[in-house]
């Protein structure tokens, strides 16, 4: 009775246990506790906190970015209270806001410090990538993913932990943003630092090839970056650095100027050597043949390297004996190894100058030996100009054919030139061989004898002629003399008559045949002079010589009429 008494509660007391047990539980809501896993059925994990009821999470809580969740019944977690026996009878638990909340602290206390954070990115996105740091998503921006190595693509950091530096945080709006370029350049300023303190001019120093342009290259030294001028790469002129270094390959570099307030750094490759010039008159005298890789060429030069060593130029004259050579990349092509002869040995501008062509005989010299003028011979056409065309005469010589010694025939000349293609085989005649000048006359009408010039020597000066009137002018006829040869000659309007009164064109008509006296040739102009009146005076002092005289008190027109009559 006794006992049964002493077990019993008053409700003073019984009000008592459970304001406290409230008092506790309340308490608890909106902290962080440590619970029992007890289930997990249907992707829902219970979890017993000690508390009136059990709460229910989502499995997926419990999973992390990149990362399956490993649980067990039984196993123990942290999880955020939220609300204690609600109105379903339920207590509200969070997985998800029990590790931000503990992150965050964890994190805010980092960023104040100033520590490294590490982080996993779990996703690509406009301008960056997400990044999981202990549960909480940070932003990490394309451009603080940079380091000194460049990454090509960012899909190869994905899943993978980083290293990062807190930028900026703001737990109201649940913004963090991380930076993995900050820690290299804290590394950098560090070795940046150390560097600078050994380095003088003339250091050689070992460092990694960072960015090749056209002028030069960038080498990365370790926290400091210095420039490789393109002139400074080798003692040979190179077109391009991109031929000479390699992207990220290690090599040796000399300090050639040190700015220490600028911390800019002129670096040499060359300069590791010594200057192959310095020597090069020992290596090489004029007149020498050597051999040289071809690197480079333009319309009026190609450049060769000797000995990998020296700089040497053969200018388009030097190429090839013919008078007007190709383009270089028709006799020669890049990386060729050709042998040239020295011909100069230029200081100033650190070069050799070279000749192709004196490695042969001057086919010039001996041009005399195989042609003389007036030789005949078949060649072909290798190029057409407005004056003329270029024919082949012997290797590496050239002859000019004149656009007028296409023809006798000027008005053809230059349709014959039109129609002509080069390859065409064409017959030519030597006109003129000049060694001296490099230069040999062609010609292809000369081939026949000149029509006029054979009508001039079956006809002298004085020379009696008939020809039809083709054409009528004020200033005279033009009268055809050989129809098939087309030749002409021409009839001055003051050499139509004798009588000036008679001086008339238009008492002559078209076909009209007319005879009349050679004048004289104009051999320039191939033209054909002509005269009635001088035919006219002939006639008449033959007539007084046959039929009377001056003496004879007898007149022209009475010796004339009894001719006639006659």
Known sequence: MN???????????YDTLINNSLKNSTAKEKSITTGKIISIENDIVTIDVGLK?????????????????????????????????????????????????????NLQNSFNENKVVTGVPFNRVKGGMSVDLDGVVAF?????????QIIKDTKELLNKPLELMILKMDKYRGNIVVSRKAITENELKEQRSELLKNITEGSVIEGKVKNITDYGAFIDLGGIDGLVHVTDISWTKINNPADMLELNSMIKVKVLKFDEELSRLSLGIKQLTENPWDKVRDNIKLKDKVLGKVVSMNDSNVHLIIDNQYDSVVSLNELSWLKKPPHPSKIVNINDQIEVIVIDIDDDKKRINCSLKQIKDNPWTKLNENFKIND????????????GIFVKVIDEIDGMVHISDLSWDESKCEEILKDLKKGDKIKVKILDINADKERISLGVKHLKNDPVQDFIEANPVNSKVTGKIVNV????????????????????????SNDKNENKTDRFALEEKVDSIILSIDTKNRTINLSIKELEIQDEKEALSKYGSSSSGASLGDILGSVLKK
Request: charged residues 30%.
């Open 473 to 496: 002018d004020e200033k005279g006829l033009k009268v055809e003399l050989d129809n098939e040869k087309q030749i002409f000659g021409f009839i001055k309007k003051s050499n139509l």
């Open 3 to 13: 006992q049964q008494t002493q077990n019993k509660v008053s409700n003073s007391e």
């Open 376 to 387: 005949t011979f078949e060649t072909e056409v290798v190029n057409i100009v407005d004056f």
């Open 53 to 105: 009821s059990e709460g229910r999470i989502p499995l997926s809580e419990f999973s992390r970015p990149g990362l399956k969740s490993e649980l067990e019944v039984g196993d123990e977690t942290e999880v955020f209270i939220e609300n204690v026996d609600n109105a379903n009878g339920e207590t509200l638990l969070s997985r998800e806001k029990a590790v931000k909340q503990k992150a965050w602290h």
């Open 140 to 148: 990490l921006p394309g451009s603080q993913i940079e380091t000194r």
